[in-house]
């Protein structure tokens, strides 16, 4: 089975939404980008967390062909905790305590059998340490980025650095807009693209997300879904569902590669939001998903 490197948080969420309330939930782009990418390949972990991270936690990214090799656990230290509410708009989070914890001093050092992972997903850490880890990966054959907000506002000529160095950026629609000072999602994409990027992928959330690849777009809608109970993830399940479907390919992805994983990651997500943190995730099977991709490819198609 083909394999996919992402690098990463993991984290524990206590999260608010007008749904209810979760403590202490399993959460983290690394933690819902791995689980999204197991159903199509086998996932490796680059992460750090403390004495406190749950061994059944563990086992859960096990049992779903997860290598938790990379992983590095600081005795003493405590895991990257947050806490977050969603009120009215749920497509916003916000942030009430981060305790980076363990977290403050990642350095990502990758074991040596990670060096030749052909798939790589920097995740939305400091950008020097995402120019750290592609320094160590021997000849990728497709790498991804993310950021947040936090970076752009302050380190943002390092996140150009490895903007230009990376063939897909994967933000949501306000990341790209800050970065490129476009008004809108479309605007956004070229600019990016001549950053250096020959993909562009903008997520927004209910709305869906938006491809970009030489002066070609494709979008589409969010599957559509009700029961929404928290959204915090969906974008790293995205990301996961994305890539985990290109390795499975096993080759350089083109543009209608792209197309068909943003269509896989776009139901990927829709399962993630109706539960706490990674719960539906976690639950999920390659038979729910494949029910449900038909239902959104009636919605989307003549």
Request: glycine letters at 8%; hydrophobic letters at 45%; aromatic letters at 10%.
């Amino acid at each position: 089975m083909a394999n996919v490197l992402v690098v990463g948080s993991l984290v524990y969420d206590s999260i608010t939404t007008p749904f209810g309330k979760a403590e202490n939930t399993l959460g983290g782009s690394a933690n819902y980008f791995s689980l999204a990418a197991s159903l199509f390949s086998d996932v490796r972990v680059v992460g750090v967390v403390g004495d406190d991270y749950l061994e059944t936690d563990k086992a859960l990214l096990k049992g779903r062909n997860v290598d938790l090799a990379g992983l590095q656990q600081v005795r003493g230290g405590k895991t990257f905790r947050w806490e977050g509410k969603y009120e009215g708009d749920m497509n916003e989070a916000q942030s009430l305590k981060t305790d980076l914890n363990v977290f403050a001093d990642f350095n990502p050092e990758l074991p040596s059998q990670y060096h030749d992972s052909r798939f790589v997903f920097l995740a939305n850490i400091a950008p020097e340490l995402q120019l750290r880890v592609m320094e160590q990966v021997q000849d990728p054959l497709f790498v991804g980025m993310d950021t947040m907000n936090f970076w752009i506002h302050s380190k943002m000529s390092e996140l150009k650095k490895v903007i230009a160095k990376v063939p897909m950026v994967l933000l949501n629609e306000t990341e790209a807009q800050m970065i490129t000072d476009a008004p809108n999602a479309i605007d956004a994409a070229p600019r990016l693209a001549a950053m250096g990027p020959k993909y562009v992928v903008i997520k927004r959330g209910e709305y869906g997300f938006v491809l970009y690849s030489e002066g070609q777009f494709f979008m589409l809608p969010a599957v559509p879904i009700t029961d929404v109970v928290d959204p915090t993830g969906a974008g790293d399940s995205f990301a996961g569902g994305v890539f985990g479907y290109l390795a499975g390919l096993k080759r350089k992805p083109e543009f209608q590669d792209l197309k068909e994983a943003c269509v896989q990651g776009t139901v990927v997500a829709s399962f993630t939001i109706q539960g706490f943190g990674v719960q539906s995730l976690a639950a999920l099977t390659k038979a729910k998903f494949t029910e449900r991709l038909a239902v959104y490819r009636r919605a989307t198609t003549l």
